[in-house]
């Protein structure tokens, strides 16, 4: 009992790639390396930590040895992203009121639902056990997600949490056909690099307050990707925030 039968992988998942930043406990990896085979997710990144794993870590995946063997490993989230079109965040940070940092926060069963037919790799990002991920990370991703869970006690060991959105992204593959939808295919990484670089520039030649700028850039990448564009339609509005970025750029010559 316990062990695994040779059949595929299915398709649903296999663009799909866990990262784990900095994550505190060999345990927790070994365990999420179990976890995410149990759904046959088979690409599993870290950044911030070293491949020599733990008898713990060993323990701890089981049957999932291979899924520590051919784990990357990275520096940085950038790097552990960048051949992917849509980098998904995790957090147990709840935010309320009008002046809000980040909002718009999907829930588990609605990823798949959205991004289960497309074509392009999709990162699923969680951070380490104490913090999560910081601001400054959750800001590199395209799309946030957060598990509801209990106020009184809503942060959810980093295993169960990788466990939930895996299973849900697995059982909604397996209600329906992905490869009788309509195909959408995904940004190209490249272009979603250059989509966030073009809207950096934009918000910072802007004559706006300096303390507004972060929230204008935020804005424009959350609003943008939450609608899955596909790479035309990147091209077109990467033509006009190259263009009203080159216009603030060009009456800051001017004026100077």
Not at 97 to 115: A, C, M, N, V
Not at 134 to 154: H, K, R
Request: net charge negative; aromatic share 6%.
């Amino acid at each position: 009992m316990g062990g695994r039968l040779e059949v595929d992988p299915p398709l649903g998942v296999r663009n799909v790639s866990v990262v784990l930043v900095e994550p505190k406990y060999d345990g927790n990896i070994g365990a999420v390396a179990r976890s995410i085979l149990n759904f046959g997710i088979m690409d599993l990144r870290i950044v911030g930590r070293n491949r020599d794993w733990s008898d713990e870590t060993r323990n701890r995946a089981k049957h999932a040895q291979n899924i520590l063997e051919s784990c990357k490993i990275f520096e940085s989230l950038e790097d552990a992203t960048k051949d992917c079109s849509v980098v998904v965040g995790t957090s147990g940070k709840r935010e309320i009121g009008d002046k809000i940092t980040f909002r718009h926060f999907l829930l588990p069963e609605e990823l798949p639902e959205r991004l289960g037919s497309s074509e392009g790799r999709i990162a699923l990002v969680f951070g380490p056990e104490d913090i999560g991920l910081t601001n400054e990370q959750l800001q590199e991703c395209d799309i946030l997600v957060t598990i509801p869970t209990w106020e009184g006690y809503p942060i959810l060991n980093l295993s169960h949490a990788v466990s939930i959105i895996c299973y849900v992204w697995y059982v909604t593959d397996a209600k329906h056909d992905f490869a009788e939808s309509q195909e959408m295919r995904l940004l190209n990484p490249a272009l979603r690099s250059r989509l966030r670089s073009e809207i950096s520039r934009l918000a910072s030649s802007m004559p706006t307050k300096e303390h507004k700028r972060n929230g204008i850039e935020e804005t424009l990448n959350r609003v943008i990707m939450r609608g899955l564009p596909k790479d035309d339609e990147i091209h077109r509005i990467l033509s006009v925030i190259s263009e009203a970025a080159d216009s603030f750029e060009g009456d800051k010559t001017d004026h100077s």
